[in-house]
Every structure is written in structure tokens, then in C-alpha cells.
């Protein structure tokens, strides 16, 4: 089955300066990627997702970044703020009727130092 | 769109004791996931429904747990019987196939602790 590998665990970053986490995936059948965002006693939230057949996507100050021949996609997050601060989850997915079963990676928090 | 909608949020219980979480999903939605958090194993996939057929059960850890979906709108998870390392948020998902099942919108969750 599919392993989504997530790095860091842990990230801290000063306010106004971008985060980047990054992520592997083992099926190279996969070809979507979400990243969601939870926060403390919170509900995962979807931030942004991006499907195989684009490199790039994104969205204000948010970006993710997706490379097939490695099998790695990444999430940037530019001039951040406060709010930011959360657990930060990539997962991997085959769509559509494939097997719909997102594999989510451990999980990074960023932390925003004021 | 009233989203995800789970009961109850908190649940305390002594262990032995039946557990059984709600779920509503999204209208429209015909794919349902129920999910358990936790810090040792982050977010694992117990069960997943398409049009209220369970299609993967395999995430389910033990025969104490079972999960039904008797229609469109209605998804329920028990624990019968609870055990203390059934401690978890237990968060329902759901998803429109129409949309190859993707993104899944999660609930707010169940926070269950079992004494």
C-alpha cells in the first residue's frame, strides 16, 4: 500500500519568513495530493490540493509544489503569520474510483515566532 | 452548508461500557470515512463507505469495533466493548464521488475517553 513520508515533525519560523514542508509517497500510481491544516482541538481543514497532471498550484500565500519522477510534493507558505501556527498533514490519494483512501503523513507543527 | 456534523463531541465512559459515535455527512455526499487521531499514530482510516456500502474495513482494529451506514445520511461507529487504549478523536469525513471522492470534508470530531 501507499507510505507518505512528511519532514519535518517540527518547524519554527519567524513572522514574515516562509515555511516549506515536504513529502514523499511510495505508489507512483497516486495522483492527488492535499494538505490540510488542523488546529489545536481542532477539525483537519483543506488548505490546497494539487492533482498529477500540474506541477504547480497556487494559492495567496500558499503554494504546493509536486514531483512525479521523485515522488515528492512540498507546501510553501510565504510571509507568515500568527495564524499559521498548526499542524500542517500531506496525504496521497488515487483518484477518481481508485482507491480513494487518503494515506496522510505524521504531521509537521509550525510554530510562527512573533 | 451545515458540513460534517458529529455527536457528541466529548464522550467519557467507563471501559466495558458500549460507545456509539454519530455521524451526518455532508448532503449529497455518497462516500463516508470515519477516521481515529492519535498522538502515537496520527490519523488512521478505520472503515470507508461508497453509497452506503462499506468498501475497506481493514483499518478497523479489533471485532469490538463496527461501523454501519443504513442510509445516505446516518453513519454510526461503535466500541463494543470499550477499552482505556480506545482514547481517541474519532473524526468522520465525507466526499462526493462525483468528484472522484476528493477533497474529503471532515466533522468536528468525537473526543472519546474511556476510563
Known amino acids: 500500500g501507499e507510505n507518505v513520508e512528511q519532514h519535518p515533525s517540527t518547524l519554527s519560523v519567524q513572522e514574515g519568513d516562509s515555511a516549506v514542508i515536504k513529502c514523499t509517497y511510495s505508489?507512483?500510481?497516486?495522483?492527488?495530493f492535499p494538505w490540510y491544516k488542523q488546529e489545536l482541538g481542532k477539525r483537519p481543514q483543506l488548505i490546497i490540493d494539487i492533482r498529477s497532471n500540474v506541477g504547480e498550484k497556487k494559492d495567496q500565500r500558499i503554494a504546493v509544489t509536486l514531483n512525479k519522477t521523485a515522488k515528492h510534493f512540498s507546501l510553501h507558505i510565504t510571509e507568515t503569520q500568527p495564524e499559521d501556527s498548526a499542524v500542517y498533514f500531506c496525504a496521497a490519494s488515487i483518484v477518481p474510483f481508485g482507491n480513494e483512501k487518503l494515506t496522510f503523513g505524521t504531521g509537521t507543527r509550525l510554530t510562527i515566532i512573533p | 452548508d451545515a458540513g460534517v456534523i458529529q455527536s457528541p463531541r466529548h464522550e467519557v465512559t467507563e471501559m466495558g461500557q458500549e460507545v456509539t459515535l454519530r455521524c451526518k455527512p455532508i448532503?449529497?455526499?455518497?462516500?463516508l470515512f470515519w477516521y481515529r487521531q492519535t498522538m502515537m499514530r496520527g490519523l488512521e482510516l478505520l472503515i470507508y463507505?461508497?453509497?452506503?456500502?462499506?468498501?475497506?474495513d481493514s483499518g478497523m482494529p479489533e471485532d469490538r469495533f463496527s461501523a454501519k451506514m443504513p442510509n445516505a445520511s446516518f453513519s454510526t461507529l461503535k466500541i463494543q466493548p470499550s477499552e482505556p487504549r480506545d482514547s481517541a478523536v474519532y473524526f468522520c469525513?465525507?466526499?462526493?464521488?462525483?468528484?472522484?471522492?476528493?477533497?474529503?470534508?471532515f466533522g468536528d470530531g468525537t473526543r472519546l475517553s474511556i476510563l
Open positions: 505508489d507512483s500510481a497516486s495522483n492527488y
Open positions: 448532503s449529497g455526499h455518497n462516500s
Open positions: 469525513a465525507s466526499s462526493s464521488i462525483l468528484q472522484g471522492n476528493q477533497p474529503q470534508h
Open positions: 463507505f461508497n453509497n452506503n456500502v462499506p468498501i475497506d
